[in-house]
Nanobody, 126 residues
Framework: QVKMVESGGGLVQPGGSLRLSCVASGFSLDDYAIGWFRQAPGKGREGVACFSTGHRNTYYGDSVKGRFTFSRDSELNTMYLQMDNLEPEDTAVYYC???????????????????WGKGTHVTVES
């Protein structure tokens, strides 16, 4: 059974940092496209970052480029999102997700992802 569990969210001041983690079970992160997505209050889901196993490349959403960094640990079957220089606009529920058909592209589309965690809240405010 595929399961993904996020952690690491919380309250942080503007300019601060957080690192989100996502532990996967029931599949290997090495075999699926994986990524982070977010949904702010009253808005649609937005792509933050995704990693394509076929392209061996990480793609980032325009709003987070240069501030967020995706990484993964194959041994722990865990992926991370290091978020630096956070802004109030980054406030959202952050989800990790996976796609067994590896459809991650520079568009960082959320709708290609088939498996989702339940999300972790990130609030950026003074």
């Amino acid at each position: 059974q595929v399961k993904m569990v996020e952690s690491g969210g919380g309250l942080v001041q503007p300019g601060g940092s957080l690192r989100l983690s996502c532990v996967a079970s029931g599949f290997s992160l090495d075999d699926y496209a994986i990524g982070w997505f977010r949904q702010a209050p009253g808005k649609g889901r937005e792509g933050v970052a995704c990693f394509s196993t076929g392209h061996r490349n990480t793609y980032y959403g325009d709003s987070v480029k240069g501030r967020f960094t995706f990484s993964r640990d194959s041994e722990l079957n865990t992926m991370y999102l290091q978020m630096d220089n956070l802004e109030p606009e980054d406030t959202a529920v952050y989800y990790c997700a996976a796609d067994p058909r590896d459809r991650c592209t520079s568009a960082v589309d959320h709708y290609v992802m088939e498996y989702w965690g339940k999300g972790t809240h990130v609030t950026v405010e003074s």
